[in-house]
């Protein structure tokens, strides 16, 4: 069965701080997928990143990076000198399928930068 | 132009009834979702479908049902209404890639539809 756990429920942070978002999963599949979705308070949902399981590179986007360390199933999401508008809740997400149709997600971490 | 389009945005309904909740893409993508988030922000993914392949999440309540009449389009029809039901939904639309494409298969959401069953 799969599992992911957020053990973050929330996470405030003052603006410029960096903040690591913990991930971290089972599966007892030698193929999978991760997702990392941002949820800003205005409600809609936004895709970040997905990596499957075969590739262990890190990944930075901007002020954003992943670490994916399948020794500990981790999948860590790193936002680099936060800002307000980075407040939101982030969802990790587990999934056996190239397509997301059978995700897992986790419980969800708050991030509250403040000004 | 909306990329992922939902009708309605909200849906006040009562037990019992039926419903239906649309969902365009005009991305050309092949594969499209359908989500649920209840009122403890949970997310779950219920549906997934291309032409191909239809993974249901076995959770969900065979009350649900997909309908896809085109590429572009996934609806969902909800059957005999609970109050469990009541929650936002929300559409996404993605072009699935294989394992080893390292290009991001990103997915678009729609704006969701909040349902509520009185």
């Known amino acids: 069965a799969q599992k992911v756990t957020q053990a973050q429920t929330e996470i405030s942070v003052v603006e410029k701080e960096d903040v690591t978002l913990d991930c971290v999963y089972e599966?007892?599949?030698?193929?999978?997928?991760l997702f990392w979705y941002k949820q800003p308070p205005s409600g809609e949902l936004v895709f970040l990143i997905r990596?499957?399981?075969?590739?262990?590179q890190n990944e930075i986007s901007g002020r954003y990076s992943w670490n994916f360390q399948k020794s500990t199933s981790s999948f860590n999401f790193t936002i680099t000198a936060s800002q307000v508008v980075d407040s939101a809740v982030y969802f990790c997400?587990?999934?056996?399928?190239?397509?997301?149709?059978?995700?897992?997600f986790g419980d969800g971490t708050t991030l509250t930068v403040k000004p | 132009d909306t990329a992922v389009s939902q009708t309605p945005k909200y849906l006040v309904t009562q037990m019992g009834n039926d419903k239906s909740i649309k969902c365009e893409q005009n991305?050309?993508?092949?594969?499209m979702y359908w989500y649920k988030q209840d009122s403890k922000k949970f997310l779950k993914i219920m549906f997934s479908?291309?032409?191909?392949?239809?993974?249901i999440n076995e959770t969900v309540p065979n009350r649900f049902s997909p309908k896809s009449p085109d590429k572009a389009h996934l609806n969902l029809h909800i059957n005999s209404l609970e109050l469990g039901d009541s929650a936002v939904y929300f559409c996404?639309?993605?072009?699935?890639?294989?394992?080893?494409?390292?290009?991001?298969?990103?997915?678009?959401f729609g704006p969701g539809t909040r349902l509520t069953v009185l």
């Open positions: 996404a639309s993605s072009q699935v890639r294989p394992l080893f494409d390292r290009e991001r298969n990103e997915q678009f």
């Open positions: 599966t007892r599949d030698t193929t999978y997928y």
């Open positions: 990596r499957n399981s075969f590739d262990e």
């Open positions: 997400a587990l999934s056996e399928g190239v397509n997301a149709g059978k995700s897992t």
């Open positions: 991305l050309g993508h092949d594969t």
């Open positions: 479908y291309n032409n191909k392949e239809l993974i």
